[in-house]
């Protein structure tokens, strides 16, 4: 079993920044894709950003130029740059890991930028 604990969300104002980290804890568990993925309220859970173990990254298309995905793998933690926030970045935010025989999310962090 793979536990995730995610931290740093919070307020921040409209061109504000947040980082999000998220660490992954268990036995036996290499992580693969780590991700982060977030959901407003009444929307649907999309991607924001993905990396791989070799440092390959997706963005999603509001995400990229802004924010900025990366991971220690020595920690099995993933982080969350976020920069230039804005209102509608307000969301839940999940980090997601994908391993060899499963996928783990964690519990979520709010983000809110006011503006």
């Known amino acids: 079993q793979v536990q995730l604990v995610e931290s740093g969300g919070g307020l921040a104002q409209a061109g504000g920044s947040l980082r999000l980290s998220c660490q992954a804890s268990?036995?036996?568990?290499?992580?693969?894709?780590m991700g982060w993925y977030r959901q407003a309220p009444g929307k649907e859970r999309e991607l924001v950003a993905t990396?791989?173990?070799?440092?390959?990254?997706i963005y999603a298309t509001s995400a990229r130029g802004r924010f900025t995905i990366s991971r220690d793998n020595d920690k099995n933690t993933v982080y969350l740059q976020m920069n230039s926030l804005k209102p509608e970045d307000a969301a839940a935010y999940y980090c997601?890991?994908?391993?060899?025989?499963?996928?783990?999310w964690g519990q979520g962090t709010q983000v809110t930028a006011s503006s």
């Open positions: 990396i791989t173990t070799f440092g390959g990254t």
């Open positions: 268990g036995s036996s568990f290499s992580a693969n894709v």
């Open positions: 997601k890991i994908d391993t060899a025989n499963d996928d783990y």
